[in-house]
């Protein structure tokens, strides 16, 4: 079964960090592009990263720029991101999702993790 | 201020059908594939169509998807209560480098 599982959330006060995992499996891992989207509280999808299969590309959305850092370890099929200088406005469920081959889109959701900066 | 524009709220009674609609420019839907997500309350998006048009398996028959220009448009036929979530559309923005998302669409089965 093809399945991602996000982990790392939690509460962190701002200007703190915070590192997400998330741990893929049933399916070749290498092979995909991977992306974290969020989700603040009551609001719409906002994707903030993607990487390429090899990691040797990646993009982020102008918000996170210089504050989040995407990877991936291939050997251990998983996905991260690091968060620094996080901000209240920065409070969501991030969710890690694989794009499919042949631009079919985000076809793999984690359940998500909720993330948030509050003192 | 999404950079896809999509209507807040559409509804419909069971067995109508509903579309949703969403607004674009030449950077993101004018060349790029649309996709479509619902989203059911309290869990993760589910990827409902993919390349302006393309269902995955197991997405019934009553989504479609089309695209005209830099807009694409989202219908539902034979509206069913379990049809009630948000939908959001997205696409690649070439200007940005970024994927981008509408603001969703609320549907209401009344």
């Known amino acids: 079964e093809v399945q991602l599982v996000e982990s790392g959330g939690g509460l962190v006060q701002p200007g703190g960090s915070l590192r997400l995992s998330c741990a893929a499996s049933g399916f070749s891992f290498s092979s995909y592009w991977m992306s974290w989207v969020r989700q603040a509280p009551g609001k719409g999808l906002e994707w903030v990263a993607n990487i390429k299969r090899d990691g040797s590309e990646i993009h982020y959305v102008d918000s996170v720029k210089g504050r989040f850092t995407i990877s991936r370890d291939n050997a251990n099929n998983s996905l991260y991101l690091q968060m620094n200088s996080l901000r209240a406005e920065d409070t969501a469920v991030f969710y890690c999702?694989?794009?499919?081959?042949?631009?079919?889109?985000?076809?793999?959701w984690g359940q998500g993790t909720l993330v948030t900066v509050s003192s | 201020q999404s950079v896809l524009t999509q209507p807040p709220s559409a509804s419909g009674t069971p067995g109508q059908g509903v579309t949703i609609s969403c607004s674009g420019s030449?950077?993101?839907?004018?060349?790029?594939?649309v996709y479509w997500y619902q989203q059911l309350p309290g869990t993760a998006p589910k990827l409902l169509i993919y390349?302006?048009?393309q269902r995955p398996s197991g997405v019934p028959d009553r989504f479609s998807g089309s695209k005209s220009g830099t807009s694409a448009s989202l219908a539902i036929s034979g509206l069913r209560s379990e049809d009630e979530a948000d939908y959001y559309c997205a696409a690649w923005d070439n200007s940005l480098s970024n994927w981008v998302f509408g603001g969703g669409t609320k549907l209401t089965v009344l």
């Open positions: 390349r302006n048009n």
């Open positions: 030449s950077s993101n839907i004018g060349s790029n594939y």
């Open positions: 999702a694989r794009e499919g081959t042949n631009r079919a889109g985000f076809d793999t």
